[in-house]
């Protein structure tokens, strides 16, 4: 398997697993097709249970296929096992082998291909130095770190050159700082080596870090695939604006529409906004997706503004977690660096592009 | 603070008290008894010094010749039990909807006594049983069969009372092993075999060991089936064998716990070697990191 492939390619990609007795099936991943490019960096983003460990393991080859194909430039490759595949993986838990040195465990790769010892040691050494690991090369994984851990299972899956990096949320057993730094760690690799790489996680902030392309799934369907700012500013449907941190969600209704212009009515409020998928004409339910951190604290009042009762303030150090409620009893939440009082009025003013306005499928319920 | 700490060193964990019972349960029914039988043994009934016993054991042909014959059968048993038990305990490991039935079916010997099997195996394996008529029958094998009352029929009942044994400590083990391990390993581009052989064997060592240690000690002091499976004056007159002969047939009761002495000693000796073994291996925990 040479490293210089040009594309990976996902043909609709469905795994499904049976449910005991009953033969109850469920779909963990519903035809996923995508392209990957070489040396891209990938992230499958969702909560648990959405399919994109599924969707990893089933590149990986640990995991066969139900339906679809999976094609490496002409060859066609999930009908091979993992083995045959050559990715190198990352996994949740590391998966270091317990009773091997650190030098051993990421030479164990090179011994499966028959690599001579020499060139091995050589790889070792560079792929240690690369992950800043080699004064714990002779070392067993136990006596390392969780951090040093995670570089060695890294180091093993790049020493082997593979044409695809697969990483299984490899930062979640680390603590808030070492993620941070992990996750520097791993952007500076994948600057070097150039390798492409699929990164599962269910952080959106190291999805919208890493990646150039991210995938958001939910209930194994991929639900929009694009660059990180499209997928932060430009939600394609609810269930992404609500993962991507819309956490205030208004059901109003369309006056009128002029392009992707609209102008919306409901919970006392009269707002102009974004269309973002196609509602059917004026008159009918939208619901409202609005970011906490977009609203403005106006001073006087103008086009979409409203006043608002400040009824709670969480303090965050850097700025406020404000809860509003508006003169008809809609609750909000609000991020802001200016200073609120409880009880107090202000007036809140979001920007028309900020509002972004879905089809009310009745999927709106927190 | 000094105070409170004196005081605290000294005072008694009552908690303690909890060991009392399995301590008097040891002391009543295992260190007295065996102690009682080591000073025995030093007391020769017919005298001659307090080794004579040993030195009896040790110039008298069909005594200490029992040492030979116990271990020709407890090795092969053992090594056909481990044996038998890695590789279908390897592939039992993955969960299927038949591994509750087949390690059911596996285990039911475990349930059987001894005597209750050599009681089918006569049956089954003797010269007019069921096996040598089905081969008779479809003209397989026309010869006489004799897999009873000598040494395979002995060594066939410690394969059958001795695996689930085996198979159940090995199970527990196989399982107890990551599974991302291998995994991992296949992502790295290792064959099945080489799965096998670079992640689960070396990890599977120390268990193997402690299982082969148990399964040996429980063979090693085969009675009831060398007696009615073999031939109890020939080839399988093993160790326990003599030891009943010096008790219950010479009345020599300090003859018989010079008997059992060796017998304990020869059981430690493999069973020290065999973990003194396993400490050249990797002996620590068998995941791939935090969990």
Known sequence: MTSNFSELRLDRVTRRFGLGKNAQVFTALDALSMNIQRGEFIALLGPSGCGKSTALNCIAGLLPVSDGSIWLDDTRIDILPPEKRGFGMVFQNYALFPHMSVSRNVGFGLAMRGVSASETAQRVKRALDLVQLNAHADKLPGQLSGGQQQRVAIARAIVIEPPLVLMDEPLSNLDAKLRLEMRAEIRRIHKELGRATIYVTHDQDEALSLADRVVVMKDGVAQQIAAPHTIYSQPANLHVARFMGYRNLLPMAVRHAQGETLWLEGSGLALSGRMMQPIASSGSQALVAIRPEEFDIASEPGDNSFPVQVTNVEYCGHDNIVDVQTLAGMKLIVRSTARCEVGHNVLLHIAPNKVLAYPDDGSAAP | ?291
């Open chain 2, 1 to 291: 603070m000094t105070p409170d700490r004196a005081s605290l060193g000294a005072s008694f964990d009552r908690s303690l008290l909890l060991l009392v019972p399995a301590t008097l349960f040891m002391v009543v029914l295992f260190v007295y008894p065996f102690l009682y039988g080591l000073q025995l043994s030093f007391r020769p009934m017919e005298g001659g010094g307090w080794l004579a016993n040993y030195a009896r054991f040790f110039t008298t042909d069909n005594l200490w010749g029992t040492i030979a014959t116990t271990l020709k059968l407890a090795v092969p048993a053992t090594v056909i039990n481990i044996g038998v038990a890695l590789p279908i305990a390897y592939q039992m490991r993955l969960k299927s909807r038949y591994q509750k039935w087949i390690t059911t079916l596996l285990v039911i010997p475990l349930t059987l006594g001894t005597v209750l099997i050599a009681q089918g195996m006569l049956g089954y394996f003797g010269p007019r049983g069921w096996l040598s008529q089905t081969l008779q029958f479809f003209h397989l094998y026309e010869g006489p069969i004799r897999l009873t009352h000598n040494y395979w029929g002995v060594l066939i009942s410690l394969v059958i009372s001795g695996f689930p044994f085996a198979f159940l400590l090995t199970l527990s083990y196989i399982t107890g092993i990551d599974p991302t391990l291998p995994r991992a390993a296949a992502t790295l581009g290792a064959s099945p075999w080489n799965q096998f052989r670079h992640i689960y064997l070396p990890l599977l060592v120390p268990g193997l060991a402690m299982a082969f240690a148990l399964s040996f000690v429980q063979a090693f002091s085969v009675f009831p089936s060398a007696v009615l499976l073999g031939s109890p004056a020939g080839a399988t007159r093993v160790i326990s064998i003599a030891a009943y002969e010096s008790a219950f047939e010479q009345y020599d009761y300090s003859m018989a716990s010079a008997v059992a002495m060796v017998m304990g000693f020869v059981q430690l000796v493999v069973v020290a070697a065999i973990l003194g073994a396993r400490g050249m291996f990797y002996r620590g925990p068998v995941s791939g990191g935090k969990g």
